[in-house]
């Protein structure tokens, strides 16, 4: 799935949105500021397209790759682990109200819903 939202910025720039599925279930999501200014809405849905479209292709290698070893997501993985495991980190799961972080991934706009 892909939209744009039109001119919605104070500089009238454009944001996208998309989101990847397998099944009934969602498996990767984004939603940025468009980097190209639209003359128009039909403008801003091609340029989400094309920007999500990406993001498709990585989903789906990703996917294919997963039945070879992903030495990469190990290194991370394990990296992390010895990390908590050591103290120096704290992983845990906190609430949209309560992530701080949250606030650097929604573009600045209206009220908090």
């Known amino acids: 799935y892909c939209d744009a939202s039109y001119g919605v910025h104070r500089d009238f720039m454009s944001q996208s ?9 969602l498996i990767y999501a984004g939603s940025a500021k468009q980097k190209l200014v639209a003359k128009r809405s039909t403008e801003a849905e091609v340029i989400a397209l094309s920007d999500a479209s990406s993001h498709i292709i990585w989903a789906n290698n990703f996917l294919s790759a997963q039945s070879k ?9 394990f990296f992390l682990k010895d990390r908590q495991d ?16 949250d606030f650097f991934t929604k573009p600045l706009q209206g009220s908090q819903f």
């Not at 989101?19 to 279930?25: E, M, N, R, V, Y």
């Not at 070893?69 to 993985?77: A, E, G, L, V």
């Not at 050591?86 to 972080?101: F, P, Y």
């Open 17 to 25: 949105g998309f989101s990847i599925t397998l099944g009934k279930g």
């Open 86 to 101: 050591k103290g120096e980190v704290i992983i845990s799961h906190m609430s949209t109200e309560r992530m701080i972080a």
């Open 69 to 77: 070893p992903t030495k990469h997501i190990n290194i991370r993985y």
